[in-house]
């Protein structure tokens, strides 16, 4: 059970209430069943919403007296409705499998084999919630045949479980359980099918992204009022040469060598992916914001007074007063000349007030940075200042790294000159622009010169300049056109946008969307796409263990899973045929704890019976 909010509008008012709901299996899917409306929650912060829901339901279960006394929560049990509580039935004993002759069969022991093994538990869970999102319905009703539908999911839960090229996709397939779930014959698709997949779905991305992202804020109850933009790049293996937007550019993979994409992407409080999209290569971040608006209100709806958070690479003046034109809020972080108009502000100790920050639940034992902030308003604009000690060394000891490279190479140069290698000053001049190129962190404190007579290159500090900066290490500047919020909350307002960066580095990295090796432009982005709808499973997946008390990762639990199999045990029995039983096997301990927690049957499939005349396999 969960708690969603609903809102409706009445002579142009709007009211919001607050209804219990729970998921419930149909034979069209899952869907949500109201229990009860529990009137206006408004004094309830959300973080408390799912803990009332557990207590809802055990109240329901008639387990009220283990509550403990909340007079807010009596009332609200007042509200529901009287639930009998059904005995508990043993299961049905399974059924014995059909003989030609009798129900029992005699087996012999020593030729009892098992054959054709396949890893089950994460195409099983990956496949499962495919079907929970909706996605199978979704593919049909953009009108997508059964078998591209198939295919489109057999290659989505590869990109899940185990990233593999078109070419070698059709073996991993056959390693698995996707045969037996999917009900297929076996048969694995050539590399031709698979592409052919792809320009399938291609010009049907934005129809299938806004009908799954409409159906995760049902499921999952999700905010509608944070969005989070950030963009990466993806760098190409070959020329690219028929991609249009295969273009050189700021790579952040490291790779200027490689032609790329950039990729834009939105995503809410949650981290789940509401909207991306593919630019080229040479596209700045700073002129993408106003196109990936566009796209957000278009395909999912863009609700006035949400608010965008934006890193500082699009913290540009007409970014921010595109924002406002659509009635949005801004949270962005400035850039860093910016902080050099509040250095007095950053030097004075008062005022600060410190974040209080919890022990991440991965990692108990990890040290967090030591965060304050201090809030600043200056007309209709709100500046958060943040100080972090840990940084303040961080910055320093960055500073005094390129410090020191910076003399070396000066004093090297010095020689060069000093030894007639190098004469004409505008070689010289050349040679010190690099050096300023190279190092720009520190050479912006040093006036580098040569004397014209002497040909002596001097290297003098700015002190003054140079303390200015000191002051400014560990210290960054947040705005925003809000003001109904601490400096504590809009700051973790901020740090919510490393969900952005947390789903580029999962689809970079277990998802494998990068390199590409694809070559046309709508192959590429079909690609991309299949990225994202992989990194929709896994949000999903581990939203739900999140809700359930478990945050782990995806990767964790694909390593956990594999260890569950389906195999055929062969039953050669005294008649002389054979019994071949496909079966899944009991999963362990771990592993069904882990469908425990998901909601699933640890039966993969149900079992088959198959009578045979010879032991050998087919």
């Known amino acids: 059970?969960?708690?969603?909010?609903?809102?409706?509008?009445?002579?142009?008012?709007?009211?919001?209430?607050?209804?219990?709901?729970?998921?419930?299996?149909?034979?069209?899917?899952?869907?949500?069943?109201?229990?009860?409306?529990?009137?206006?929650?408004?004094?309830?912060?959300?973080?408390?919403?799912?803990?009332?829901?557990?207590?809802?339901?055990?109240?329901?279960?008639?387990?009220?007296?283990?509550?403990?006394?909340?007079?807010?929560?009596?009332?609200?049990?007042?509200?529901?409705?009287?639930?009998?509580?059904?005995?508990?039935?043993?299961?049905?004993?399974?059924?014995?499998?059909h003989t030609p002759e009798s129900a029992y069969i005699a087996v012999d022991p020593r030729r009892v084999t098992t054959e054709h093994h396949r890893e089950a538990g994460p195409v099983h869970v990956g496949y499962q919630f495919w079907q929970r999102l909706g996605l199978d319905d979704i593919l049909a009703g953009c009108e997508l045949p059964a078998s591209t539908r198939r295919l489109a999911c057999a290659m989505t839960l590869n990109r899940l479980i185990q990233p593999a090229s078109e070419h070698a996709m059709p073996a991993w397939m056959q390693r698995t359980a996707l045969a037996d779930i999917l009900a297929t014959d076996g048969t694995a698709p050539d590399e031709d099918r698979l592409y052919r997949t792809l320009d399938a779905l291609h010009p049907h991305r934005a129809a299938i992204e806004a009908a799954l992202v409409e159906r995760e804020r049902n499921l999952f109850n999700l905010d509608r009022t944070i969005y989070l933009y950030d963009l990466t790049s993806h760098y190409f293996e070959g020329v690219a040469a028929t991609n249009p937007k295969a273009k050189r550019g700021y790579s952040r993979d490291h790779r200027p060598d490689c032609k790329q994409v950039v990729v834009g992407l939105v995503v809410n409080r949650d981290g789940f992916p509401i909207a991306h999209e593919v630019f080229a290569g040479n596209t700045q971040d700073r002129t993408t914001l106003a196109a990936m608006l566009d796209l957000l209100a278009k395909r999912v709806g863009l609700p006035e007074g949400a608010t965008i958070v934006v890193d500082?690479?699009?913290?540009?003046?007409?970014?921010?007063?595109?924002?406002?034109?659509?009635?949005?809020?801004?949270?962005?972080?400035?850039?860093?000349?910016?902080?050099?108009?509040?250095?007095?502000?950053?030097?004075?100790?008062?005022?600060?007030?410190?974040?209080?920050?919890?022990?991440?639940?991965?990692?108990?034992?990890?040290?967090?940075?030591?965060?304050?902030?201090?809030?600043?308003?200056?007309?209709?604009?709100?500046?958060?200042?943040?100080?972090?000690?840990?940084?303040?060394?961080?910055?320093?000891?960055?500073?005094?790294?390129?410090?020191?490279?910076?003399?070396?190479?000066?004093?090297?140069?010095?020689?060069?000159?000093?030894?007639?290698?190098?004469?004409?000053?505008?070689?010289?001049?050349?040679?010190?622009?690099?050096?300023?190129?190279?190092?720009?962190?520190?050479?912006?404190?040093y006036q580098l010169a040569i004397d014209p007579q002497t040909g002596q290159l001097t290297a003098a500090l700015d002190q003054a300049k140079l303390?200015?900066?000191?002051?400014?290490?560990?210290?960054?500047?947040?705005?925003?056109?809000?003001?109904?919020?601490?400096?504590?909350?809009?700051?973790?307002?901020?740090?919510?946008?490393?969900?952005?960066?947390?789903?580029?580095?999962?689809?970079?990295?277990?998802?494998?969307?990068?390199?590409?090796?694809?070559?046309?432009?709508?192959?590429?982005?079909?690609?991309?796409?299949?990225?994202?709808?992989?990194?929709?499973?896994?949000?999903?997946?581990?939203?739900?263990l999140l809700d359930r008390g478990l945050n782990t990762s995806w990767a964790t639990v694909r390593d956990t899973l594999k260890t569950h199999q389906i195999c055929t045990i062969v039953l050669p029995t005294q008649s002389g045929q054979v019994l071949r039983i496909r079966k899944t096997a009991t999963p362990d301990k771990d592993v069904a704890g882990l469908y425990n927690l998901l909601a699933l049957s640890d039966q993969v499939v149900k079992p088959s019976h198959r009578w045979t005349d010879s032991v050998s396999s087919d």
Request: hydrophobic share 35%.
């Open 467 to 544: 303390a200015d900066a000191a002051q400014l290490d560990g210290c960054y500047l947040l705005k925003t056109d809000r003001n109904d919020l601490s400096g504590d909350e809009f700051w973790r307002l901020y740090a919510l946008l490393t969900r952005a960066e947390d789903a580029f580095r999962d689809m970079k990295t277990p998802l494998a969307e990068r390199p590409i090796f694809h070559q046309r432009e709508h192959r590429v982005e079909s690609h991309i796409f299949l990225c994202v709808l992989a990194f929709h499973l896994l949000t999903a997946i581990e939203k739900t």
């Open 312 to 445: 500082r690479g699009m913290a540009y003046d007409e970014n921010i007063a595109e924002i406002k034109a659509r009635r949005l809020h801004y949270l962005v972080a400035s850039r860093q000349p910016e902080r050099t108009r509040w250095l007095a502000e950053f030097a004075d100790p008062h005022g600060f007030a410190p974040v209080l920050r919890q022990p991440s639940p991965r990692n108990p034992s990890q040290k967090k940075t030591c965060l304050e902030v201090n809030t600043r308003r200056d007309g209709d604009t709100t500046y958060i200042l943040c100080r972090s000690a840990q940084r303040i060394d961080k910055d320093r000891a960055i500073r005094a790294k390129q410090e020191g490279r910076l003399l070396a190479d000066l004093e090297r140069l010095g020689r060069r000159v000093a030894a007639g290698r190098l004469k004409k000053p505008e070689k010289i001049g050349e040679a010190i622009g690099r050096l300023k190129e190279r190092y720009p962190r520190v050479a912006r404190y």
């Open 1 to 97: 059970m969960y708690i969603r909010r609903s809102t409706r509008t009445y002579k142009g008012k709007t009211y919001t209430s607050y209804l219990l709901v729970e998921s419930v299996q149909t034979p069209k899917g899952p869907r949500q069943k109201t229990i009860c409306s529990l009137g206006d929650l408004s004094p309830r912060p959300r973080e408390e919403w799912l803990k009332l829901a557990h207590k809802l339901g055990h109240a329901l279960a008639g387990q009220r007296d283990l509550l403990g006394r909340d007079p807010d929560l009596d009332g609200l049990i007042a509200k529901l409705p009287e639930r009998p509580v059904p005995p508990i039935r043993p299961s049905p004993p399974e059924p014995a499998p």
